[in-house]
């Protein structure tokens, strides 16, 4: 059946203004919070927000013109949590952007190199969401944290994120956001926005390499931006019956990962939650148009590049508790959908819950964060019960 003509498709744009809304307002605390925990300063946390936002506008504008698929682009907010997790390595931001770079390199090769993407592929799915449970666990603690700390305010945001969450629930975390700027306003500690301070300035970071932060940061980075960004970004079009060719989307934003890296930046991959608004019926009922939320949503991420300096300025100023609160809120939905995908397998359960708690316990061993160990525990172990069970 033939779509009305439209002269302008309104319904998408209006998708791309949503989705854009929702993909900043909903994550950038994580962002520029796990930043700042591999030693970034605040200019180069802002520099790196500024980076990513335009990479990942660009990304979406240029796979979307290309494909004519609403291709949604993202940083990658469970990478963020792993940095926040993993905390300051040895050698400081620089060599956190070391690491940037190498799993950059990575995600261009999983794009052009076919067995790199299906190795990735062959991790067994229990044991890359049992680490990306462990990774989230401490931030999605965090709510609870700030109502012990600060009950007034912590209650304030959570009912508030709990309430909207009930009617809409892509809009709790950025009526979070909304609670806390009027939290800090009402207390008198609100950031006086100056022009000069909304536009930042890129940073040119020189990186500095590491094996330790390679093995904690780039490899786990790398893998939790594969295994939890880009495939469920491929399924999430694939559900909307859009199948691009992976490799090339892989390749693009793994290139535009490796260009905003020097400036701070960890990581852009394919979008799951902001591609389904774009890519869904409610978007604009003729597939052939939702392309163009794709592009409203990259210009707008672009223009939020700009603003960046705006956003790192009112976490600088709000209780480090809070933020982490509203980080949680953010990531609460991704860490229940890995927990429950890490343990839904019996056979995998005993693997998956040794890797969550190896990644979740901050262990640092040689200079290597949990994350990697977990995998590795939940590896062998599993490999053990196999072993023993063919025999």
Request: net charge neutral.
């Amino acid at each position: 059946m033939p779509y009305a003509a439209e002269p302008f498709p309104f319904h998408a744009v209006m998708a791309g203004l949503l989705a854009a809304f929702v993909g900043c307002a909903s994550s950038f605390a994580v962002v520029v919070h796990g930043l700042k925990a591999v030693g970034a300063s605040d200019v180069e946390a802002t520099s790196g927000l500024m980076a990513l936002s335009i990479a990942m506008g660009l990304g979406g504008i240029i796979l979307s013109l290309k494909t004519r698929m609403p291709v949604s682009v993202a940083w990658s907010t469970p990478g963020a949590a792993l940095l926040a997790t993993t905390g300051a390595v040895p050698g400081g931001f620089s060599t956190a952007v070391g690491a940037f770079l190498v799993s950059s390199i990575l995600l261009v090769i999983a794009g052009l190199w076919k067995p790199l993407g299906r190795a990735v592929r062959a991790i067994p799915s229990a044991l890359a969401n049992a680490m990306l449970a462990g990774i989230l666990l401490h931030l999605c603690i965090a709510p609870v944290t700030a109502v012990a700390q600060m009950p007034l305010a912590g209650l304030a945001i959570v009912a508030v994120w709990a309430l909207v969450a009930r009617i809409k629930r892509v809009l709790a975390v950025p009526a979070a956001v909304i609670v806390l700027i009027g939290i800090l306003f009402f207390s008198g500690t609100a950031p006086i926005f100056e022009l000069s301070a909304l536009l930042p300035m890129p940073i040119l970071i020189e990186p500095q390499f590491s094996l330790s932060a390679i093995i904690s940061i780039a490899i786990p980075l790398f893998i939790v931006t594969m295994a939890s960004q880009n495939i469920p970004g491929i399924a999430v079009l694939a559900v909307h019956n859009y199948r691009p060719e992976p490799g090339p989307l892989f390749t693009v934003t793994g290139i535009l990962s490796l260009l905003s890296a020097p400036f701070g930046g960890h990581a852009v991959n394919l979008a799951a939650i902001t591609a389904a608004i774009c890519a869904g019926p409610d978007c604009h009922p003729d597939p052939a148009k939702r392309y163009v939320a794709g592009v409203t949503a990259g210009i707008v991420y672009v223009l939020f590049g700009f603003l960046a300096g705006g956003a790192t300025a009112l976490i600088s100023v709000s209780p480090p508790v809070l933020i982490e609160a509203i980080a949680g809120l953010a990531l609460i939905g991704a860490f229940g959908a890995a927990i429950m995908a890490a343990v839904e397998d019996s056979h995998e359960r005993e693997a998956a819950v040794a890797t969550f708690l190896v990644a979740a316990s901050g262990l640092t061993l040689f200079g290597i964060g949990g994350a990697f160990w977990g995998l590795i525990a939940g590896g062998l172990l599993r490999a053990l019960r196999r072993f023993g069970t063919a025999t």
